[in-house]
């Protein structure tokens, strides 16, 4: 099948990458002029696992294509993605305007039949709004389906190529066999494609994204809790984890969710159930405990130091929102450089993808390290912001060798406490406490 992605970042570059690799024709357009000069050169802009292999055999095979032009993407294309940017508005709902520009402009272009896929998560009824827009602008016959995207950064391929479910929003039969035919090649293991209505589509994606920020913002109080009481967090966790009603994913304390979906998804979802008359209390106190999550750690450093940092210095390993991807998109690290920096102490910070994208951010308001180990020189404490996996099992004689004091503040939970004890190190993580 011929396929027009539009929009390239992360879900739209392996959408379109993914789809080659299962043998359609893919073009990806994206207004950023750069980045598709870049991508022309065979050059990836984003860093995500096993993508790099894919987008180089598929530009190779001449299946994958880039350009900056709508008109000559779509032409032949029987399937356009929209995979365009849904960011917050003032007032936290989805910002369509991005969406509603390219469905104009398709309006004005279209000369024959195509299916217009939206994978950008978007609030219920934007399908509607889309055909709308679309009506408005021409004759052509088009239909307009709601295809939200579940993959997740760092699992990004994986997802894709081996989805759990395929949701598919479409009340035309034609657009349905079309989307069918597409999606076959990555459901042979017997994974669902789950038709339903659009509208149902468009709530589904915010549902479980909602439900999966509630999850971990549960199991935040709770860890909040057992430090009140002395109780350890992970053996909590392992205690109801097992109960296959719940499940052990997405039990991890830590310090707050980011991200570029996480935190605007909930916002919208709330913002959503005003605007219809129904006040989701349970997405508003996810929120507000997630803001003040973010800062947990701060906390426990102001505690250490008795509320004075000012003119200390503070190693941060990790700046990603998570581990494995560039993403910096709402990282809890971007929120602890801010209270550092504003108390008067200094960050040198490491991150293994992130750092560009931070240094584009915040520049020289914090260092900068070659290492792991080199964000560590002369800090009077190490702070751990992102659990990558280079972190879990470091030479903690180099480390101590490095710091001025045996300090640690792991908003991520990496190490046993009992081998911290014994390695004497003053030791703060999230739910759990040395003194146990
Ligand atoms: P992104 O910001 O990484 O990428 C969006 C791309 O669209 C950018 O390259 C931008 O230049 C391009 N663009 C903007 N306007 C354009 C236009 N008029 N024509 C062509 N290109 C244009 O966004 P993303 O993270 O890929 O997210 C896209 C959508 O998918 C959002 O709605 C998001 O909520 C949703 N989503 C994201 C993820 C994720 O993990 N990132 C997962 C599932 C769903």
């Known amino acids: 099948?011929?396929?027009?992605?539009?929009?390239?970042?992360?879900?739209?570059?392996?959408?379109?990458?993914?789809?080659?690799?299962?043998?359609?024709?893919?073009?990806?357009?994206?207004?950023?002029?750069?980045?598709?000069?870049?991508?022309?050169?065979?050059?990836?802009?984003?860093?995500?696992?096993?993508?790099?292999?894919?987008?180089?055999?598929?530009?190779?095979?001449?299946?994958?294509?880039?350009?900056?032009?709508?008109?000559?993407?779509?032409?032949?294309?029987?399937?356009?993605?929209?995979?365009?940017?849904?960011?917050?508005?003032?007032?936290?709902?989805?910002?369509l305007s991005y969406i509603l520009k390219v469905a104009e402009d398709l309006g004005g272009i279209i000369q024959d039949y195509k299916v217009i896929v939206d994978k950008s998560t978007v609030p219920v009824g934007t399908a509607e709004k889309v055909t709308n827009v679309l009506k408005d602008k021409t004759s052509v016959q088009f239909d307009v389906v709601s295809n939200p995207e579940f993959l997740r950064e760092g699992f990004a391929v994986d997802d894709f190529l081996k989805p759990d479910r395929v949701v598919v929003g479409t009340s035309s039969e034609k657009a349905r066999k079309v989307m069918e035919e597409l999606y076959k090649p990555f459901v042979r293991q017997g994974n669902p494609i789950i038709f339903m209505d659009e509208k149902s589509a468009e709530l589904t994606k915010y549902a479980a994204n909602s439900f999966l920020a509630t999850k971990i913002t549960f199991m935040n109080e709770i860890a909040n809790f057992c430090e009140k009481v002395g109780a350890d967090v992970d053996m909590v966790r392992r205690g109801v984890?097992?109960?296959?009603?719940?499940?052990?994913?997405?039990?991890?304390?830590?310090?707050?969710?980011?991200?570029?979906?996480?935190?605007?998804?909930?916002?919208?979802?709330?913002?959503?159930?005003?605007?219809?008359?129904?006040?989701?209390?349970?997405?508003?106190?996810?929120?507000?405990?997630?803001?003040?999550?973010?800062?947990r750690l701060i906390e426990k450093v102001d505690a250490h130091y008795g509320g004075d940092i000012a003119g200390k210095t503070f190693a941060m390993w990790g700046l990603a929102f998570k581990p494995d991807t560039?993403?910096?998109?709402?990282?809890?690290?971007?929120?602890?450089?801010?209270?550092?920096?504003?108390?008067?102490?200094?960050?040198?910070?490491?991150?293994?993808?992130?750092?560009?994208?931070?240094?584009?951010?915040?520049?020289?308001?914090?260092?900068?390290?070659?290492?792991?180990?080199?964000?560590l020189d002369g800090a009077d404490a190490l702070l751990i912001a992102t659990e990558w996996s280079a972190f879990r099992n470091p030479d903690f004689e180099k480390i101590s060798g490095k710091l001025k004091e045996k300090v640690i503040f792991d908003g991520r939970n990496l190490y046993e406490l009992d081998r911290m004890r014994d390695l004497g190190y003053s030791y703060e993580s999230i739910g759990r406490s040395m003194d146990l």
């Not at 980045?35 to 598929?58: C, S, T, W």
């Not at 969710?257 to 008359?277: I, M, T």
């Open 241 to 295: 984890g097992t109960d296959t009603r719940i499940g052990p994913r997405f039990l991890f304390p830590g310090i707050g969710y980011g991200g570029s979906c996480f935190p605007k998804d909930v916002q919208a979802l709330a913002k959503s159930g005003k605007e219809s008359g129904y006040e989701f209390k349970i997405l508003e106190s996810v929120m507000e405990t997630n803001e003040k999550q973010k800062l």
């Open 1 to 95: 099948m011929k396929i027009a992605v539009v929009g390239t970042g992360y879900v739209g570059l392996v959408t379109g990458t993914c789809f080659a690799e299962t043998g359609n024709e893919v073009i990806c357009v994206d207004i950023n002029e750069e980045k598709v000069a870049a991508m022309q050169r065979g050059e990836i802009p984003i860093y995500e696992p096993h993508l790099d292999v894919l987008f180089e055999r598929n530009i190779k095979q001449g299946r994958l294509h880039f350009t900056t032009d709508l008109a000559s993407a779509v032409k032949d294309a029987k399937i356009i993605f929209l995979a365009l940017p849904t960011p917050p508005g003032e007032d936290g709902s989805a910002d």
């Open 326 to 375: 560039d993403d910096i998109r709402e990282a809890p690290a971007l929120y602890m450089i801010d209270a550092l920096v504003e108390r008067g102490a200094k960050v040198q910070a490491y991150d293994p993808e992130a750092m560009d994208n931070v240094k584009r951010l915040v520049g020289d308001k914090i260092s900068y390290a070659e290492s792991m180990y080199e964000a």
